[in-house]
């Protein structure tokens, strides 16, 4: 059986396709710009879900704020270690950015239990104290969201796609009607792997541009 066997190939066709059958499918969709292009691409790449056409939603200005912070040294705070392990960690060492996931450290364990709240609240809390310029990127705890905008703390930017059914729309709609610069899945739906897509896209979209 012949099948496409090299990675590089494979994405680009699989991009073909989805290129495709949005011209299909939805001949009037605009793009607002390439990197808003890429990065719902992306997100359909990883999902194979044609509904992040409709349902990611861009803060004014956030991809211009987003890459700026991210061209800077900068810390990306997730809410998961598989978040953590998705993003491309050399290509954004390279712009002298680092990834920290905080959920396992010793210190959000305690506080977590001390306190009666979830390890991803511990978390933002430990992370909002630290020094530096801060990027939040949160794909399944609602909890670390609504932690976050109760901070009111300063923040470059943050990627809010928590998936699920109990606090996930609302955290990210809370989000919306925030003042942070803000990409969000609008409604139950996201996940890990696609907060790691969107600062990827970004990532990719900066490599190119430099």
Request: proline content about 4%; aromatic content about 8%; hydrophobic content about 45%.
């Amino acid at each position: 059986m012949h099948y496409i066997q090299q990675p590089q190939a494979i994405e680009a066709k699989s991009f073909d396709i989805i290129g495709e059958i949005i011209s299909e499918t939805r001949p009037d969709y605009q793009f607002s710009s390439p990197l808003h292009e890429a990065i719902i691409k992306r997100v359909i790449h990883t999902t194979a879900d044609f509904d992040w056409l409709d349902i990611l939603w861009f803060s004014s200005d956030v991809l211009e704020q987003f890459c700026a912070a991210l061209s800077r040294p900068s810390v990306i705070y997730t809410d998961t270690t598989m978040a953590l392990s998705g993003i491309n960690k050399n290509l954004l060492a390279k712009f002298g950015g680092e990834c920290r996931c905080y959920i396992s450290d010793p210190r959000v364990v305690r506080a977590a239990k001390e306190q009666g709240i979830t390890r991803s609240m511990a978390a933002v809390d430990i992370a909002v104290k630290e020094e530096g310029e801060k990027l939040f990127v949160f794909g399944n705890a609602p909890t670390a969201l609504f932690r976050l905008l109760e901070h009111d703390a300063p923040v470059s930017g943050v990627v809010g796609v928590p998936v699920g059914f109990v606090g996930a729309a609302e955290s990210k709609d809370a989000l919306t009607q925030s003042h942070l610069p803000a990409i969000v899945a609008l409604g139950r739906k996201g996940g890990s792997n696609v907060a790691a897509a969107i600062v990827n896209a970004m990532l990719y979209h900066m490599q190119g541009v430099r």
